[in-house]
């Protein structure tokens, strides 16, 4: 375990230029690429280590591209130059998968390997927080309710917002917009909290605010770990997994009374989680060996299960019967069709 986690710093390889509208793969090879999620990839990291560590194979290649950017290369055509899984920290779009088809991308199988929670964390140099998701939300939004009309947000302190609340700046670091991170929190907290206004009229609201109280911090969820080290008034965004691996170092925030657990998480108690993905291109499958025994490792218990590895690094298991739907569908190499979406 502790070699694959110190791998971790250095493992990320760039995957060669797309080849847009090619209708086969150029030539076989025995080298799996991956991009996507970086929320997902410290479990796809270790799985790939894993993989190379006991099979004939290479060990796959693997970029944190975000989930928006993943599915994009991943759509971008069927060839050499184009990846073969991209993982997601959220569902493909309907939107999404059809423009994989127009590109030539028509058969891929989608994989659920878990459930993540989304934590509000900061430095452990602090005293720990509880927030409500209406609070977390006019801490973020771009425009907010004041006395009944909604303006810029005026807050530049938490206790601004209410003053039970620390007076300390409103400084949170978070995902970009091709996060699936970051469409998780849009849907999980602005959507919920927003549509509970009056001001809002019933509508969701997902604007952040972009003066500088939320800090886009690009897709590497690394990066933002290290700087609430360094700025220790900052909160950041991410995936609970990399709250598990820095427990000396970070505190989770408490959403309306609930601490950011595994067992929370897992109950479906704790408001901000959601399930993470891949996505397999199965025209590429013939031409590249290993791609379904990488796959059939992945979903295999001793991967995602109770107790699995990957539990150690954070992912919250499936329930039994979902664990074996998600193994039906791997096995069956089950095409994923718009209408399912």
């Not at 998780?184 to 605010?209: H, I, Q």
């Not at 796959?295 to 074996?324: K, N």
Request: aromatic fraction near 8%; include cysteine; hydrophobic fraction near 40%.
């Amino acid at each position: 375990m502790n070699r694959i986690l110190k791998s971790r710093a250095f493992k990320t390889t760039v995957i060669a230029a797309t080849v847009m509208g090619v209708a086969g793969v150029a030539q076989a090879r025995d080298q799996i690429r991956i991009v996507g999620s970086s929320t997902v990839y410290p479990f796809a990291s270790y799985v790939t280590e894993e993989f190379g560590a006991i099979t004939e194979y290479p060990t796959p290649v693997i970029e944190s591209t975000g989930s928006g950017g993943g599915i994009r290369l991943f759509c971008n055509g069927v060839g050499e130059g184009t990846p073969d899984i991209s993982n997601a920290s959220r569902r493909i779009k309907a939107s999404e998968l059809e423009r994989c088809a127009e590109y030539g991308v028509t058969d891929v199988t989608e994989v659920k390997i878990g459930s993540d929670g989304i934590v509000l964390a900061q430095s452990s140099s602090n005293d720990e927080l509880d927030l409500t998701l209406e609070q977390l939300f006019l801490a973020v939004a771009a425009q907010v309710p004041v006395d009944g009309e909604l303006v810029d947000n005026p807050y530049e302190q938490w206790s601004d917002i209410d003053s039970e609340l620390p007076e300390r700046d409103i400084s949170i670091y978070g995902p970009p917009s091709t996060s699936g991170t970051r469409d998780a929190f849009e849907e999980l907290v602005m959507e919920v909290a927003s549509e509970d206004m009056a001001a809002y009229g019933g509508e969701a609201y997902t604007e952040v605010r972009a003066d500088g109280a939320y800090i886009d911090a690009g897709e590497n969820d690394n990066l933002i770990v290290q700087r609430l080290s360094e700025d220790t008034n900052a909160f950041g965004i991410f995936g609970y997994s990399f709250l598990v691996e820095n427990p000396d170092t970070l505190i989770g925030t408490a959403i309306g009374g609930v601490e950011p657990t595994a067992e929370a998480i897992s109950a479906g108690d704790y408001p901000v989680a959601r399930s993470l993905f891949f996505y397999v291109k199965n025209q590429h499958a013939e031409e590249v060996p290993p791609l379904y025994d990488y796959v059939e490792m992945f979903v295999s218990e001793t991967m995602i299960g109770e107790g699995g590895y990957l539990m150690d690094l954070g992912l919250i298991p499936l329930p039994e019967a979902e664990r074996e739907q998600t193994r039906k569908k791997v096995e069956e190499r089950a095409s994923l069709q718009v209408s399912d979406l």
